[in-house]
């Protein structure tokens, strides 16, 4: 089993869709969480850490569930420029340990 | 803002070479890491790197490969002998240490190119 697993989509969105990704991951040692976005060939950026009580940065809304060991992020209003993959991520143990990948799902945002 | 920074952006080599990637990390930054991403495939972690030693690896980061930090700023990776299938996209890896919210920031990436 993959230790983060991700719908790999492609979901296709009109502009201005509400869009959910959810994440699974499998170590319940697992102790921080992130979303990064990913543009074709670039590196990995970070899009928002994830933490128990929710939190939103403008239209991105994080949610992390212990008990399920789910993570979701919500866009509303989509922008073309939304058009990315996005990535799971957690990692495990300490402050300084590996970041463990998801695949990353494809988000196509259409006018 | 601070970067991490990769040279080169694209390195073609033949089967059997050497090759060595290079990554400046943020300056103030005390954590650095090395990960691939075979073009389709996820971003997998091969090493991290502090203090001048290796702290963890994965199974992927065999004997042909290894780091090192030659002077304050640069962080090396180098492949001993290339293979087919290290062709991929590498990235380096920087964090601060100093927060257990904050997470690693990327450099753009070296695409190696392996025939």
């Known amino acids: 089993r993959k230790e983060v697993e991700q719908d790999p989509g492609p979901f296709n969105v009109p502009e201005g869709a509400t869009v959910a990704f959810n994440c699974t991951y499998s170590?319940?040692?697992?102790?921080?969480f992130f979303w990064y976005r990913q543009d074709c060939r670039k590196e990995p950026k970070l899009l928002m850490s994830?933490?128990?009580s929710g939190n939103e940065d403008g239209r991105f809304t994080a949610q992390l569930n212990r008990a399920s060991q789910y993570i979701s992020l919500l866009i509303r209003d989509s922008k073309l420029s939304d058009s990315a993959t996005y990535l799971c991520?957690?990692?495990?143990?300490?402050?300084?340990?590996?970041?463990?990948f998801g695949q990353g799902t494809t988000l196509q945002v259409k006018p | 803002e601070p970067e991490v920074t990769q040279t080169p952006s694209h390195q073609v080599t033949q089967m059997g070479q050497e090759v060595i990637l290079r990554c400046v990390p943020i300056?103030?930054?005390?954590?650095f890491y090395w990960y691939r991403q075979i073009l389709g495939q996820k971003v997998e972690f091969l090493v991290s790197?502090?203090?001048?030693?290796?702290?963890?690896k994965s199974e992927i980061f065999d004997d042909q490969f290894s780091v090192e930090r030659p002077d304050g700023s640069n962080f090396t990776l180098k492949i001993r002998s290339t293979k087919l299938e290290d062709s991929a996209m590498y990235f380096c890896?920087?964090?601060?240490?100093?927060?257990?919210?904050?997470?690693?920031?990327f450099g753009p990436g070296t695409r190696l190119t392996v025939l």
């Open positions: 890896a920087s964090h601060s240490g100093t927060s257990s919210t904050d997470t690693q920031y």
């Open positions: 994830v933490y128990s």
């Open positions: 790197f502090y203090n001048n030693e290796i702290s963890e």
């Open positions: 300056s103030n930054h005390l954590y």
């Open positions: 991520v957690v990692k495990r143990s300490s402050n300084t340990g590996k970041l463990i």
């Open positions: 170590n319940s040692a697992s102790q921080s």
